[in-house]
């Protein structure tokens, strides 16, 4: 079992930023993805981004060009820093470790808020 914790979240006006840390612990594989979800109010939660522990990335396309994902092996955390922000940004996020045999595992998530 991996145990997400996650930080950073907060209230930015348009146009701000954010960076959010997942520190990922417990049974890890040196083989997995980690990753960023989002759920706003009566939406179905969805990839925002996502890397390999090969460092190789993916982004939804909403996000690309403004958001970046990067990751720390030694540390086993994940950040997602976030470059002009808008309200259709405002979700809660959580972060995603899968370890490509069936485990997978969420953060508890972390409310990021875009308003002026």
């Known amino acids: 079992q991996v145990q997400l914790v996650e930080s950073g979240g907060g209230l930015v006006q348009p146009g701000g930023s954010l960076r959010l840390s997942c520190a990922a612990s417990?049974?890890?594989?040196?083989?997995?993805?980690m990753g960023w979800y989002r759920q706003a109010p009566g939406m179905q939660r969805e990839l925002v981004a996502r890397?390999?522990?090969?460092?190789?990335?993916h982004y939804a396309d909403s996000v690309k060009g403004r958001f970046t994902i990067s990751r720390d092996n030694a540390k086993n955390t994940v950040y997602l820093q976030m470059n002009s922000l808008k309200p259709e940004d405002t979700a809660v996020y959580y972060c995603n470790y899968d370890n490509y045999r069936g485990g997978v595992s969420w953060g508890q998530g972390t409310q990021v808020t875009v308003s002026s």
């Open positions: 890397i390999s522990s090969g460092s190789t990335t």
């Open positions: 417990g049974s890890i594989f040196s083989f997995n993805a």
